[in-house]
């Protein structure tokens, strides 16, 4: 695994080397290339005036911003240059809160962070006890490329991850779904049945199927290609049956009894950390913590 950035976290006159590793698996996603398909030639990046519909080149090209219909406000690529903040190669700890302070639609990309030398080993380890011991995450400001990212710091089994949020002014709110205004009344025979049923089904993440299936079947679909086999049919899509909410959850009571929850295949497992990391990082902070 390569390092992406090099710096310091630091909070106050604290401050420990570490370097930045993506947690991400890239390769594990397929990606396809646009081809012609007389001849299977690459298919290139058309840059097309959608008002004029020349070809241009790079050097006619600027950037606008639409503030009105048809308006732009046009902004050089020079100008865009000067627009500079401070960079100081620091991950800033403003302060720690308490995981359920941050709203999980805020969380972003993760990143692992490691020690950068045998100097920072043992003041990482610090850190990371210090938040585990605390439950606290640390809350902080850095520049990874040009843009400052407001970040999330917490430990996850032997180390530290350092998640990117979004911004307060990036998350629209959950107000603004249509028809949540509206509060029906519940019935509480329906109320005690979901809740026995969310009781019987209640698991650990490492025995969720957390396999990606389509991703799976994607792939048996471009080997049976390389190898010149014929394409197996895949399963067609289920049809869910429509029942009152009454009937289905009786149905779901009676067949969750008969039926113990499906454990996940051994290679999924190996992966569940890093599908904590990616999916509630703050839920894992705190089984670790526990």
């Known amino acids: 695994m390569r390092s992406i950035w090099k710096g310091h976290i630091r909070f106050l006159l604290v401050a420990i080397p570490i370097r930045v590793y993506n947690a991400i698996e890239a390769s594990e996603k397929i990606q396809f290339n646009q081809l012609h398909r007389d001849d299977f030639g690459p298919i290139g990046y058309d840059k097309r005036c959608k008002k004029c519909g020349q070809i241009v080149t790079n050097d006619q090209i600027t950037k606008g911003y639409q503030y009105e219909p048809d308006r732009f406000a046009l902004i050089e690529p020079e100008e865009i240059a000067k627009v500079k903040i401070k960079t100081t190669k620091a991950i800033d700890i403003i302060g720690f809160v308490d995981s359920s302070e941050i709203p999980t639609t805020f ?8 020690p950068d030398g045998a100097v920072a080993e043992k003041p990482y380890a610090l850190l990371r006890q210090v938040l585990k011991d605390t439950g606290k995450i640390g809350l902080a400001k850095v520049v990874l490329r040009d843009r400052e990212d407001l970040v999330a710091v917490f430990p996850l089994e032997n180390g530290i991850v350092l998640q990117k949020l979004r911004y307060p002014a990036e998350i629209r709110k959950v107000e603004e779904v249509p028809d949540l205004e509206k509060e029906p009344k519940l019935d509480k025979k329906e109320l005690m049945l979901a809740t026995s049923l969310v009781e019987q089904m209640v698991t650990s993440f490492a025995d969720v199927d957390t396999v990606d299936h389509y991703h799976e079947a994607l792939r048996k679909l471009i080997d049976q290609k390389i190898k010149g086999k014929k394409v197996t049919e895949f399963e067609k899509v289920e049809e869910i049956p429509r029942l009152d909410i009454m009937t ?6 009676q067949a969750s009894s008969r039926k113990p929850m499906v454990k996940a295949a051994p290679a999924a497992k190996k992966k569940a950390a890093l599908t904590l990391v990616k999916a509630k990082p703050a839920a894992a902070r705190k089984r670790k913590v526990g």
């Open 107 to 114: 969380f972003d990309s993760p990143y692992y962070l490691g």
């Open 248 to 253: 289905a959850l009786k149905k779901s009571l």
